[in-house]
């Protein structure tokens, strides 16, 4: 269901969107890395 939704906001939206969504996963992955450290030390 998701995945169908996607590809339709990715067509009437092609520049922006996907520029935001490949952000989100940069951030996404930041957020982790953070995580990652804090629970070593």
Do not use: A
Not at 22 to 34: D, K, P
Request: charged share 30%; aromatic share 10%; glycine share 4%.
């Amino acid at each position: 269901m998701i995945g169908l939704d996607f590809t339709k906001i990715r067509f009437h939206i092609p520049g922006d969107f996907t520029q935001n969504r490949y952000n989100r996963v940069i951030q996404l992955s930041c957020i982790r890395s953070l995580i990652e450290k804090r629970r070593k030390k």
